[in-house]
């Protein structure tokens, strides 16, 4: 059973309002990611870290920004929503290769965005 | 240029019925894993199983089976005598040796089973 948050699970904004999601994990695991998953069910990775103060783009291009001051802790912002941002958000987590892991990615519960 | 495909789009099934999940990929790497995923209706993707590319032993786990087959790049996922819970959408998804180790994941199959 993995252990990685997410909050808040459901957000409902206006356009042009500034957000952050939530995801912390405790597993200790070097590597945090951002998916992005559309109605249509495929998943996009839009960021990925691979610790404390790295963070990479990841293959879809999105307007989000994210940190990682802490292992533990992988928020993602988005500083003006619009309608076109509303998606569910999944966040995962995982201990690569060369920190003895096996790079498995464990996800959290995800974060339900509408962009009004 | 890595890719993984999962035709079946959705599918329906009765109660008890088996059913398989295709899934093809394909990988310039020779040492990658394939990895299965669930996700139920509350939206949490969860790991069922993860497999290198040396290791093509089939797995079965419960009700859960999987068939791994590199002469046709292909990791189909069996549910024996499926369960209304088994409604689900299920993921399958490829991470190289080489790169960034990013997952890359199939469009999903939406699996539907009747009562």
């Known amino acids: 059973e993995a252990d990685i948050y997410q909050t808040p699970r459901y957000l409902v904004i206006g356009t042009g309002k500034k957000i952050t999601l939530e995801c912390s994990q405790t597993?200790?695991?070097?590597?945090m990611y951002w998916y992005q998953q559309d109605p249509g069910m495929e998943l996009h990775l839009i960021h990925y870290?691979?610790?404390?103060?790295?963070?990479e783009k990841g293959d879809l291009s999105s307007e989000s920004t994210v940190s990682r001051i802490r292992t533990e802790h992988f928020p993602l912002t988005l500083e003006s929503a619009r309608p076109s941002h509303t998606s569910q958000y999944l966040c995962?987590?995982?201990?690569?290769?060369?920190?003895?892991?096996?790079?498995?990615?464990?996800f959290g519960p995800g974060t339900r965005l509408t962009v009004l | 240029a890595q890719k993984v495909t999962q035709a079946q789009t959705e599918i329906s099934v009765v109660e008890k019925e088996d059913v398989t999940l295709d899934c093809v990929y394909e990988?310039?790497?020779?040492?990658?894993?394939l990895f299965w995923y669930k996700q139920p209706p509350s939206g949490e993707l969860v790991f069922l199983i993860r497999?290198?590319?040396?290791?093509?032993q089939n797995e079965i786990s419960g009700r859960y089976s999987w068939n791994f087959q590199k002469s046709t790049s292909s990791f189909n996922f069996t549910i024996t005598a499926s369960q209304v819970v088994d409604s689900a959408v299920y993921f399958c998804?490829?991470?190289?040796?080489?790169?960034?180790?990013?997952?890359?994941f199939g469009t999903g199959t939406r699996l539907t089973v009747i009562p």
């Open positions: 990988t310039r790497d020779t040492t990658y894993y």
């Open positions: 497999r290198n590319s040396f290791d093509e």
């Open positions: 995962a987590s995982s201990m690569p290769p060369w920190a003895g892991g096996a790079d498995t990615q464990y």
């Open positions: 870290s691979y610790g404390v103060n790295s963070t």
């Open positions: 597993m200790g695991h070097d590597k």
């Open positions: 998804a490829l991470s190289e040796s080489t790169g960034a180790n990013n997952l890359f």
